[in-house]
């Protein structure tokens, strides 16, 4: 069985650019999450979709981030515009109840 | 609303030592307490949970947890390292019965394990 998937590792972007990032949960998986990690800072909870539906947004920062979850099926999170204190580790979960399935990570870099 | 407290940010330990990663959260409701464990360049991978019964929880790799109401612990026990335990490890909570699971995580604990 594969496991969540995210896309792409590793990102450099330039402030004021826009940046997409995808993630590909366990087939059957209905909950998908997102997560951030800010340098030397803990992992902090963005939102919750169940299904194609969000559940949670309460983690989302601003609405520069926006998080789709086409068909139920794979999700993006788009930052537009990018700034520097966005840059950090991005982790996608999925689940089908409390244990949840953590992807590698994007690292985001905005510079 | 809950909290997690990992009050080492780092931890040296010799090889074939034993080692305690220490973990206490606050919750005005039941929780379900997670330990994950990040290797360099790799997704977290769940070492072991506790979701109710046996407060005593085993997980992979020989690592072992207990539940203490009391004192709002979780403490994550190996009775002897290895080299391959070198990684960052993650104590998370989640509000149980809530229905989104969410996860409260601590700021991580990064094990260096010496030869």
């Known amino acids: 069985e594969a496991g969540v998937t995210q896309f792409p590792s590793h990102s450099v972007i330039e402030k004021g650019q826009t940046v997409t990032l995808r993630c590909d949960p366990i087939?059957?998986?209905?909950?998908l999450y997102w997560y951030r990690r800010v340098m030397g800072k803990e992992i902090k909870f963005l939102l919750h979709?169940?299904?194609?539906?969000?559940?949670?947004e309460s983690g989302m920062p601003n609405n520069r981030f926006l998080a789709e979850r086409t068909g139920g099926t794979y999700s993006t999170l788009k930052v537009q515009p990018a700034e520097l204190e966005d840059s950090g580790v991005y982790f996608c979960a999925s689940s089908h109840n409390y244990e949840q399935y953590f992807g590698p990570g994007t690292r985001l870099t905005v510079t | 609303a809950q909290s997690v407290t990992q009050l080492d940010s780092q931890v040296p330990v010799f090889e074939e030592a034993p080692v305690e990663l220490r973990c206490n959260y606050s919750s005005s409701v039941s929780v379900y307490l997670f330990w994950y464990v990040q290797y360099p360049n790799q997704g977290l991978q769940l070492l072991l949970k506790?979701?109710?019964?046996?407060?005593l929880v085993k997980g992979i790799n020989g690592f072992e947890a207990e539940f203490n109401k009391s004192q709002t612990s979780f403490h994550l026990r190996k009775p002897s390292v290895h080299i391959s335990d070198t990684a960052e490890y993650f104590c998370?909570?989640?509000?149980?019965?809530?229905?989104?699971?969410?996860?409260?995580f601590g700021t991580g604990t990064r094990l260096k394990v010496l030869a």
């Open positions: 979709f169940v299904k194609e539906s969000k559940q949670d």
């Open positions: 506790y979701l109710s019964g046996s407060t």
């Open positions: 087939s059957g998986h209905d909950n």
């Open positions: 998370a909570v989640s509000a149980a019965g809530s229905g989104t699971y969410k996860y409260i």
